[in-house]
């Protein structure tokens, strides 16, 4: 557009007008329609989550609640104490305590594993499938999920919860050679995806331990978390491909990762800077690659490698964390992914887990509590504050007072000046 200084002078009286209008009528001028948070969407995933749980206690896979894969659960109920922190009620809260004592009930006393379940339609009883994806994963997502829930509500004590965060540590721990952690005890890779959570897990478990005042566990934990960020920075990185192996095998012995792979390979190169692990190479560097290969990532129905030719599906949502502490604006690839689900009436395979997983990337993204020196009894909700600057914490924002008075002064200036 050209400019000249009448058009500039025509210009500012125009936003004086606009300045005006916008003062008497407390229009929204901060809160585009694409970056404001959905807050029906938001209300409508959570009514989604609440509707996989059960009496007993249960958080299922899906509404149909026959199957529980407790990695789901977990996410599922990250994504309902984020949707409590941001409409600020916590009654769905009883949810998710009550899902916290079903996964410690049915968690081995002898090795913190937990198995996924399943039972039929009318069935109220729960068979074990004796297997489950991960024990390192499993365990972490359960430590994550009870240190964001007591976050936003402190109205329940941890005591009946902690024996299960005790067993989930020890279920980490089992699996832990040189530091890093196999994905199961008899499934030996070390999954740079896993390492990212498991290190969450550690971090949500030092949160808790100092919640409770018990020191021993808050040193146990942070110091694994630390001893990690190590390993994954010394070993991880392969230096030929320039991006991180997705894992590690026998004796240690590199998965190399191949940028065209979605899943796992190409997800792995953000999953630690999704859960706020800390790299020493450029974050942004990989969001840039990762966008460069797979601008299809956002949309569910499109077809990628994962890691053979297949739907992209729901479940690399958390890579929009790390885009967003990489400074960028996900708002398009919330909206996208929501009308998929919507489209499908919320249709497996979009499931408890991935509604949690889009609940947190409408809000900012994963971020693990950090413990404020406050005291045990503190009541004070944790209110979730985005880090990102394109993505707000409330509906709608207005301009301040303070702030109109000064853009009135410089219009009526600049009509003088021009
Ligand atoms: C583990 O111990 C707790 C507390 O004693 C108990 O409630 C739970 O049922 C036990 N878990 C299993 C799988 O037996
Ligand atoms: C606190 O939790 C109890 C259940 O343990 C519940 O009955 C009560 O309504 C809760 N209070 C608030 C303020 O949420
Ligand atoms: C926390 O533990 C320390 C050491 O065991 C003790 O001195 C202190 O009084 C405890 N604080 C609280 C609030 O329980
Ligand atoms: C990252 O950390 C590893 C392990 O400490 C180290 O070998 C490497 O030189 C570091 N790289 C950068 C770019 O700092
Ligand atoms: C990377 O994966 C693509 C897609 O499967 C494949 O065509 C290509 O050969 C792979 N590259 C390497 C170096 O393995
Ligand atoms: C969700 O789907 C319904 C129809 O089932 C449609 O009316 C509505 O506009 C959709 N919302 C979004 C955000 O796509």
Same mark, same amino acid.
């Given at each position: 557009?050209?400019?000249?200084?009448?058009?500039?002078?025509?210009?500012?009286?125009?936003?004086?007008?606009?300045?005006?209008?916008?003062?008497?009528?407390?229009?929204?001028?901060?809160?585009?329609?694409?970056?404001?948070?959905?807050?029906?969407?938001?209300?409508?995933?959570?009514?989604?989550?609440?509707?996989?749980?059960?009496?007993?206690?249960?958080?299922?896979?899906?509404?149909?609640?026959?199957?529980?894969?407790?990695?789901?659960?977990?996410?599922?109920?990250?994504?309902?104490?984020?949707?409590?922190?941001?409409?600020?009620?916590?009654?769905?809260?009883?949810?998710?305590?009550?899902?916290?004592?079903?996964?410690?009930?049915?968690?081995?006393?002898?090795?913190?594993?937990?198995?996924?379940?399943?039972?039929?339609?009318?069935?109220?009883?729960?068979?074990?499938?004796?297997?489950?994806?991960?024990?390192?994963?499993?365990?972490?997502?359960?430590?994550?999920?009870?240190?964001?829930?007591?976050?936003?509500?402190?109205?329940?004590?941890?005591?009946?919860?902690?024996?299960?965060?005790?067993?989930?540590?020890?279920?980490?721990?089992?699996?832990?050679?040189?530091?890093?952690?196999?994905?199961?005890?008899?499934?030996?890779?070390?999954?740079?995806?896993?390492?990212?959570?498991?290190?969450?897990?550690?971090?949500?478990?030092?949160?808790?331990?100092?919640?409770?005042?018990?020191?021993?566990?808050?040193?146990?934990?942070?110091?694994?978390?630390?001893?990690?960020?190590?390993? $994954? *920075?010394?070993? =991880?990185?392969?230096?030929?491909?320039?991006?991180?192996?997705? %894992? /590690?095998?026998? +004796? @240690?012995? !590199?998965?190399?990762?191949?940028?065209?792979?979605?899943?796992?390979?190409?997800?792995?190169?953000?999953?630690?800077?999704?859960?706020?692990?800390?790299?020493?190479?450029?974050?942004?560097?990989?969001?840039?690659?990762?966008?460069?290969?797979?601008?299809?990532?956002?949309?569910?129905?499109?077809?990628?490698?994962?890691?053979?030719?297949?739907? $992209? *599906?729901?479940? =690399?949502t958390?890579c929009g964390y790390?885009l967003?502490?990489? %400074? /960028?604006?996900v +708002? @398009?690839a !919330?909206?996208?992914?929501?009308?998929?689900?919507?489209?499908?009436?919320?249709?497996?395979?979009?499931?408890?887990?991935?509604?949690?997983?889009?609940?947190?990337l409408?809000?900012?993204?994963?971020?693990?509590?950090?413990?404020?020196?406050?005291?045990?009894?503190?009541?004070?909700?944790?209110?979730?504050?985005?880090?990102?600057?394109?993505?707000?914490?409330?509906?709608?924002?207005?301009?301040?007072?303070?702030?109109?008075?000064?853009? /009135?002064?410089? +219009?009526?200036?600049?009509?003088?000046?021009?």
């Open positions: 557009m050209r400019k000249s200084s009448h058009s500039r002078s025509r210009l500012s009286i125009l936003f004086l007008v606009a300045f005006v209008l916008c003062f008497l009528s407390n229009i929204d001028l901060t809160t585009s329609s694409s970056s404001s948070l959905d807050m029906k969407m938001i209300q409508q995933l959570q009514q989604f989550i609440i509707d996989c749980t059960s009496p007993d206690g249960s958080l299922s896979v899906w509404k149909d609640k026959v199957d529980v894969n407790t990695y789901h659960s977990n996410f599922a109920i990250l994504g309902l104490a984020r949707a409590m922190s941001t409409t600020g009620t916590t009654t769905a809260s009883v949810y998710a305590w009550n899902w916290f004592r079903w996964f410690v009930s049915h968690q081995s006393n002898s090795t913190g594993y937990i198995t996924d379940y399943t039972r039929a339609s009318s069935a109220f009883a729960w068979s074990s499938t004796n297997d489950m994806d991960s024990t390192d994963s499993y365990a972490a997502l359960f430590i994550m999920a009870v240190a964001s829930v007591y976050a936003v509500d402190k109205n329940y004590t941890t005591n009946q919860i902690m024996p299960g965060v005790r067993n989930s540590v020890k279920a980490m721990q089992s699996t832990m050679q040189n530091g890093l952690t196999w994905a199961k005890p008899n499934y030996h890779i070390k999954y740079l995806m896993d390492q990212s959570e498991v290190y969450a897990g550690f971090k949500s478990c030092e949160y808790l331990a100092k919640v409770i005042n018990d020191t021993s566990l808050a040193n146990t934990c942070s110091s694994a978390a630390s001893g990690m960020i190590e390993l $994954v *920075n010394q070993y =991880m990185w392969s230096t030929s491909n320039f991006n991180y192996n997705y %894992g /590690l095998g026998d +004796s @240690d012995v !590199v998965t190399p990762s191949n940028w065209t792979i979605l899943y796992p390979d190409a997800a792995s190169q953000l999953w630690p800077a999704a859960f706020n692990f800390p790299l020493n190479k450029s974050t942004n560097a990989l969001c840039s690659t990762f966008l460069k290969y797979h601008p299809n990532w956002k949309y569910p129905n499109a077809k990628d490698y994962l890691p053979t030719l297949m739907n $992209v *599906n729901y479940e =690399m958390p790390a967003i502490s990489c %400074g /960028l604006d +708002s @398009d !919330v909206s996208s992914i929501w009308s998929a689900a919507n489209a499908s009436n919320l249709a497996y395979p979009f499931h408890c887990g991935t509604a949690g997983e889009l609940i947190l409408a809000t900012g993204g994963y971020s693990t509590p950090v413990y404020q020196n406050v005291g045990p009894t503190s009541s004070t909700p944790y209110v979730y504050k985005s880090s990102s600057k394109t993505i707000s914490g409330s509906s709608s924002q207005h301009l301040s007072p303070t702030i109109i008075f000064y853009l /009135l002064l410089f +219009s009526t200036l600049s009509i003088f000046i021009a």
